[in-house]
């Protein structure tokens, strides 16, 4: 079911950048999502032969056994997994403003913000050793909070649409932006994440609820979304756009 409403959001999103784009004239959109997907492509091969299973395995584990926080307080079904969702997103937060401050995992997520051009596509550009990582930490995460694997799912599930949406080239009018970041991040508010100057690349990590930034003080805004610049400075080069490009992002220098 992830992976459907995952491939539905996608095409609905590519659909209306289309139509209402923030940005007009990029003529190489098709060549640009090529790119995108066939990194996202190689990702979901790499979590699926090598992850799928053991986050399954986990789960279960630890739900045999009674381990993590949530085995041991007496919350309802429903109110437990409310819990679990708030926290696996505040993880999820942490761990973003991680990749930002953490120079070996900052080399990694600079292939996601190296992209020039921001729109739906971006949402699967993302170095597959940063995919192992976090893989990696949510094998530690879920025996630790008592997740099941269904909890995960679900979080997963919501989680999806919502980041296509958030990277898309869709113009999205400030009125309807403005209500939605009370609660949750909007398209105006993620793309300030994306801009070339780095105190706002450095803002705005959260990926479900918007209040996280808001509490970490890293909440920021750009009043006009017209006037940004996406990537960043390090990778003027179009050989970075490149696949072959994206998977060597890590090994350049970091800038001081």
């Known amino acids: ?38 990194i996202g492509f190689l990702n979901v091969i790499v979590v699926a032969f090598c992850f799928s299973g053991l986050l399954a395995l986990d789960a279960v584990w630890a739900q045999n056994r009674g381990i993590g926080l949530f085995y041991l307080l007496p919350f ?13 997103d505040l993880w999820m937060y942490v761990f973003h403003r991680a990749n930002h401050q953490v120079p070996f995992l900052w080399r990694f997520h600079r292939a996601h913000h190296s992209d020039t051009e921001v729109d739906v596509t971006t949402a ?31 979080y997963e599930t919501c989680l999806q649409p919502l980041i296509l949406f958030d990277h898309s080239n869709v113009a999205l ?11 949750i991040v909007s398209p105006n508010m993620h793309r300030v994440h994306h801009s070339q100057w780095r105190t706002e690349t450095d803002s705005n990590y959260a990926s479900i609820f918007s209040f996280w930034d808001r509490m970490g003080r890293t909440f920021r805004r750009r009043e006009d979304p017209h006037t940004l610049e996406y990537g960043l400075p390090e990778f003027p080069d179009p050989s970075w756009q490149t696949l072959g490009g994206i998977l060597k992002t890590p090994l350049a220098p970091l800038r001081s």
């Open 124 to 154: 699967l550009r993302f170095h597959t050793g940063e995919i192992v990582i976090s893989s990696a930490f949510k094998v530690l995460l879920i025996p630790l909070l008592g997740m099941s694997l269904g909890q995960l799912l679900l």
């Open 76 to 88: 309802s079904p429903w109110f437990e997994t409310l819990l679990v969702f708030l926290l696996f």
């Open 1 to 38: 079911m992830k992976t459907a409403v995952e491939i539905i959001a996608l095409t609905l999103v590519f659909s209306l950048e289309s139509f209402f784009p923030l940005f007009m004239g990029r003529r190489h959109r098709l060549q640009h999502a090529a790119r995108n997907a066939g």
């Open 173 to 183: 009018p400030e009125k309807w932006d403005r209500p939605l970041r009370i609660l």
